[in-house]
């Protein structure tokens, strides 16, 4: 399996990347994977962002297995990685897009390959409207953006008819003191009406984020008022084809597998392990197209959406059959870089390198190079005890007994507790075999 | 004026950034200026980044005068920005060198022309040691790092003896329950003894960062710890030349500019306005080379800065002195994505675009593209009751009054509370004219 699209096989990686290993001029990333780098052995600079890919595929399989048991499409968010490589890894696995949040990942996708893109998110202003309407010139290239007011259906039209073009829309339901999104019933007569003036809007679908929720009673409550909307304008003919029904961030997506399908598809089937299942279609007898669109799977972490997959393994049959669960294919290392307190070590590792906003880094592994200690074949699991206590910009506070067996130089592997917010730290982030070698180099476009 | 070092003129560009206009293939920053685009005129994709040249060099020239009144040196921290224009503007302006704080950093900077750099860390692991070695090759290139531990100083010895190098240390001195430092006399003992044994780290200096503490007797009080420490270490004739002696971030530099020219400098002379001050030197009566290392000055914000700045500017009648003071010369652009409720506006401006550690961004400008609004011809100030009350991944939640006069497309401009996080979210920043218009785009190597 090669993980880089054949388009970016000739693109060319700076030695001015932070987390790499040295080297002289530009290089393309299947000649930095020769140059036969391996974390254990420090050949990278730390502090570096590394995904492993066993993991990486194991969540995949997961996740395919998951959606297949739905019999419902896939679109998984591409803004938490925003790495073209791991688009194409979840499109070569089955994917029936990418979705996006704004004019600027659209245009990075396309640009590297990706012709199926869902932008969960209303397009707004002139330059990013044109920024689509230069990619819509490509007739192979199919895109659905949000409306959720008259006032952004009329800029829309106005713009795409002037171009003498069309544009997809998905109306997009919210919810009260949430985000974007259709409040009430006059607000959507408001934007059917200005649909209705704008023939260059094309209505394809309905879309909800359910995530603005915060528990599982008002979230399934939002969830069949979205199923009840569609079913409406579906008995209006409102749809210019066979409807999306959208939800699903990472956290709660089960919830929507479960009410999106219950309404609208076959019953879930038993989980199995083909990798051949083609998730590209709901059942012929579905009167719409369900697309779920969780993105942080792929890495999973160690915060919020740990504590989700927890739940949704209590909770859903399909999620607790499917062995083993998702994984942490991301992780932070840096160096013990002082140990100026017997309880204090501090590590070169700092808020220019992790997402902070949902939980600080969280010790994984240790390991110490070179042949003298006695474990330094493989890294040890973090002691429990072990606790990043604050972050700063280029250093973290790590807790330890004075006991422990830490040293200055020592290598530290950290989950993340955001993958989103970690992955926009970095330009370039290796990917591991399961001896800690290079095999590629994922790049990020934000 | 031209923003840009020789060594950028010639770097390209990609049309795939995130904050700028249209353009087909890779250009260069002249190449991308010469497009003549225009904030107003809605050339770029929203939401940008964008630098104010007029502020950015008002910024310089109040610093400037600031640290000649005190006869200081100039090393102003590179993490804030990672930008290479900005590292050249301030050399132009008279700085010493440049601060950074990783291996990496120092990589970048050097490939950007920087030839002197003070690491105020410690350097830590073979690799990141390498790169080091690498670059100190370069006769021209002065280079320092700090050293807390006896482990720390073996560590360096060892590789750099092995390399047949000499590398500069300052020693850093620290507090109880702070960041890295010698916390004890004990400690420092252990370190001086280990230098002796090292005869390839050359001592040159004592660092402090007074950022770790929070409160101005404590600060002034580890600051005269320093002065103590330095003038021990003089009397011991423990430095391999005339010692640095360094601290400062951006909130404290006045206390630092007084404590340390109290100890070992002229008193401070009235600020002046002239341009040709050469902050290159303290007085030759002095004993020690007085570094202060400030980084966020240049841009400025609207959080801690600016309070900090208030504080100076009521306590130190140099910073009193100089007007105007300090401006805000960074802001983020977006537009107004979504109105859903009365007294809710959504903005297309997120975690991924802008720091929220600190603060979250504050709505400073409000212009509305097209010539039909009265106030078109120039932005106005934003009403001080909109307030950014939560910020996601990709959206701010504005709160407004419902008799505002705010529509979807309108642009915003928001004040940040924290430059250096939000610089890392960004790879290009337009720089604008008073008239908003692009002269040049500022590259950034996170």
Same mark, same amino acid.
Request: hydrophobic letters at 45%.
């Given at each position: 399996?090669?993980?880089?699209?054949?388009?970016?096989?000739?693109?060319?990686?700076?030695?001015?990347?932070?987390?790499?290993?040295?080297?002289?001029?530009?290089?393309?990333?299947?000649?930095?994977?020769?140059?036969?780098?391996?974390?254990?052995?420090?050949?990278?600079?730390?502090?570096?962002?590394?995904?492993?890919?066993?993991?990486?595929?194991?969540?995949?399989?997961?996740?395919?297995?998951?959606?297949?048991?739905?019999?419902?499409?896939?679109?998984?968010?591409?803004?938490?990685?925003?790495?073209?490589?791991?688009?194409?890894?979840?499109?070569?696995?089955?994917?029936?897009?990418?979705?996006?949040?704004?004019?600027? &990942?659209? !245009?990075?996708?396309?640009?590297?390959?990706? +012709? =199926?893109? %869902?932008?969960? #998110?209303?397009?707004?202003?002139? /330059?990013?409207?044109?920024?689509?309407?230069?990619?819509?010139?490509?007739?192979?290239?199919?895109?659905?953006?949000?409306?959720?007011?008259?006032?952004?259906?009329?800029?829309?039209?106005?713009?795409?008819?002037?171009?003498?073009?069309?544009?997809?829309?998905?109306?997009?339901?919210?919810?009260?003191?949430?985000?974007?999104?259709?409040?009430?019933?006059?607000?959507?007569?408001?934007?059917?009406?200005?649909?209705?003036?704008?023939?260059?809007?094309?209505?394809?679908?309905?879309?909800?984020?359910?995530?603005?929720?915060?528990?599982?009673?008002?979230?399934? &409550?939002? !969830?069949?008022?979205?199923?009840?909307?569609? +079913? =409406?304008? %579906?008995?209006? #003919?409102?749809?210019?084809?066979? /409807?999306?029904?959208?939800?699903?961030?990472?956290?709660?997506?089960?919830?929507?597998?479960?009410?999106?399908?219950?309404?609208?598809?076959?019953?879930?089937?038993?989980?199995?392990?083909?990798?051949?299942?083609?998730?590209?279609?709901?059942?012929?007898?579905?009167?719409?197209?369900?697309?779920?669109?969780?993105?942080?799977?792929?890495?999973?972490?160690?915060?919020?959406?740990?504590?989700?997959?927890?739940?949704?393994?209590?909770?859903?049959?399909?999620?607790?059959?499917?062995?083993?669960?998702?994984?942490?294919?991301?992780?932070?290392?840096?160096?013990? &870089?002082?140990?100026?307190?017997?309880?204090?070590?501090?590590?070169?590792?700092?808020?220019?390198?992790?997402?902070?906003?949902?939980?600080?880094?969280?010790?994984?592994?240790?390991?110490?190079?070179?042949?003298?200690?006695?474990?330094?074949?493989?890294?040890?699991?973090?002691?429990?005890?072990?606790?990043?206590?604050?972050?700063?910009?280029?250093?973290?506070?790590?807790?330890?007994?004075?006991?422990?067996?830490?040293?200055?130089?020592?290598?530290?592997?950290?989950?993340?507790?955001?993958?989103?917010?970690?992955?926009?730290?970095?330009?370039?982030?290796?990917?591991?075999?399961?001896?800690?070698?290079?095999?590629?180099?994922?790049?990020?476009?934000?």
């Amino acid at each position: 399996m090669t993980i880089s699209p054949a388009n970016l096989n000739s693109a060319l990686i700076s030695p001015i990347n932070k987390g790499l290993g040295p080297f002289d001029r530009d290089l393309t990333a299947a000649e930095i994977a020769a140059l036969g780098w391996n974390l254990l052995r420090e050949d990278l600079v730390l502090p570096a962002a590394v995904l492993y890919r066993d993991k990486l595929l194991s969540n995949q399989h997961w996740m395919r297995r998951f959606l297949d048991a739905y019999n419902v499409r896939f679109a998984p968010h591409g803004k938490t990685s925003m790495s073209p490589q791991l688009f194409q890894l979840q499109l070569d696995g089955g994917a029936w897009g990418i979705t996006l949040a704004t004019a600027h &990942q659209v !245009l990075a996708a396309y640009e590297h390959g990706v +012709r =199926r893109i %869902l932008m969960a #998110n209303q397009l707004v202003g002139r /330059p990013n409207m044109a920024v689509l309407s230069r990619l819509l010139r490509d007739l192979q290239f199919e895109f659905y953006c949000l409306v959720d007011s008259a006032e952004i259906a009329n800029h829309l039209g106005a713009f795409f008819s002037a171009e003498n073009q069309q544009l997809n829309v998905l109306i997009e339901l919210g919810v009260p003191n949430g985000r974007t999104g259709i409040r009430n019933d006059d607000q959507l007569a408001d934007v059917l009406a200005a649909l209705d003036r704008q023939p260059s809007l094309r209505l394809c679908g309905v879309e909800v984020y359910e995530g603005v929720l915060d528990n599982e009673p008002a979230i399934r &409550q939002f !969830l069949q008022h979205a199923v009840a909307v569609t +079913r =409406r304008l %579906l008995s209006e #003919n409102r749809f210019a084809q066979k /409807p999306i029904l959208t939800g699903a961030g990472s956290a709660w997506f089960d919830i929507v597998a479960e009410e999106f399908t219950a309404s609208f598809a076959d019953p879930p089937r038993p989980a199995t392990n083909s990798a051949n299942s083609a998730n590209s279609a709901n059942s012929a007898a579905s009167a719409v197209n369900i697309v779920l669109r969780p993105g942080c799977y792929l890495t999973h972490d160690a915060g919020n959406y740990q504590r989700a997959h927890e739940r949704m393994c209590r909770s859903n049959p399909i999620a607790r059959s499917l062995q083993p669960g998702l994984e942490t294919a991301l992780h932070l290392w840096a160096y013990v &870089q002082s140990i100026p307190e017997p309880t204090r070590a501090i590590i070169g590792l700092g808020r220019r390198d992790a997402a902070f906003d949902s939980g600080l880094p969280v010790p994984a592994l240790h390991f110490r190079p070179g042949s003298a200690h006695p474990g330094a074949s493989a890294p040890q699991p973090a002691p429990t005890h072990w606790e990043v206590t604050k972050l700063m910009d280029q250093h973290a506070y790590l807790t330890i007994d004075p006991a422990d067996d830490l040293h200055i130089g020592d290598m530290l592997a950290f989950d993340i507790c955001h993958p989103c917010l970690t992955f926009d730290k970095w330009r370039t982030i290796p990917i591991l075999d399961a001896e800690y070698s290079v095999i590629d180099i994922a790049q990020t476009f934000f």
